[in-house]
């Protein structure tokens, strides 16, 4: 059986709703962070030397990355679904979204984390974080305008992965800036698929 290391408040919810979509039986190992320094617990590094989650456990293997485990999935278990036909445009357009997600748009979010936790006064890092924050934002809202999904105009990975960075977003309380991107997050937000992830990630918050 498939078992997915889960660590609560990470990139491990939109795996989680992807095994949900697929339809698979699968199990939830969950950790919870330290509510001291947000960390995942040394629990973690029993299953992968970094510690770190998403992990998934499948056919006597370790995957890591959650671009890869969706990559993983998708392949092994989706019968066609949840992805374009190799050697399409459409494909092209799929696998830059599915790395966009944790190069591109992730970098200056977590930058903007990072500069918050710190709470000290920057003389650079703040505003570049700001900086590249607004204009990763707006081009993925503008890729986003009069389209429900962001490829084929159907629920692909390229939407479990980017999910996660809409979800930021909202939790910075920046959504409302991106009207593409608050319509999308919305529409995601109504498959059962991601309201079981979102019921399952309050279920093990550890709060």
């Known amino acids: 059986m498939i078992t997915l290391h889960h660590l609560n408040q990470s990139r491990s919810k939109r795996i989680i709703w992807l095994l949900e979509e697929l339809g698979v039986e699968y199990k939830i190992q969950p950790y919870c962070r330290d509510k001291v320094t947000f960390l995942a617990p040394p629990e973690l590094k029993s299953v992968h030397p970094l510690g770190k989650s998403p992990v998934l456990e499948d056919n006597g293997m370790i995957i890591t990355e959650s671009g890869a485990i969706t990559e993983y999935l998708i392949d092994t278990y989706g019968n066609g679904k949840f992805k374009p036909e190799r050697g399409t445009h459409a494909y092209i357009d799929y696998i830059q979204w599915l790395h966009f997600a944790e190069s591109s748009a992730i970098l200056p979010l977590l930058l903007k984390m990072f500069v918050t936790k710190d709470g000290a006064k920057m003389n650079f890092l703040g505003d570049y974080a700001d900086m590249e924050t607004q204009k990763v934002m707006q081009y993925f809202d503008q890729r986003l305008a009069?389209?429900?999904?962001?490829?084929?105009?159907?629920?692909?990975?390229?939407?479990?992965?980017?999910?996660?960075?809409?979800?930021?977003?909202?939790?910075?309380?920046?959504?409302?800036?991106y009207p593409n991107i608050k319509r999308y997050f919305e529409q995601l937000s109504t498959h059962q698929g991601y309201l079981a992830a979102q019921a399952l990630e309050q279920k093990y918050n550890g709060e």
Do not use: C
């Open 146 to 177: 009069g389209k429900t999904y962001l490829v084929e105009e159907r629920l692909t990975g390229a939407d479990f992965m980017m999910s996660f960075i809409a979800e930021i977003l909202n939790t910075y309380g920046i959504l409302t800036d």
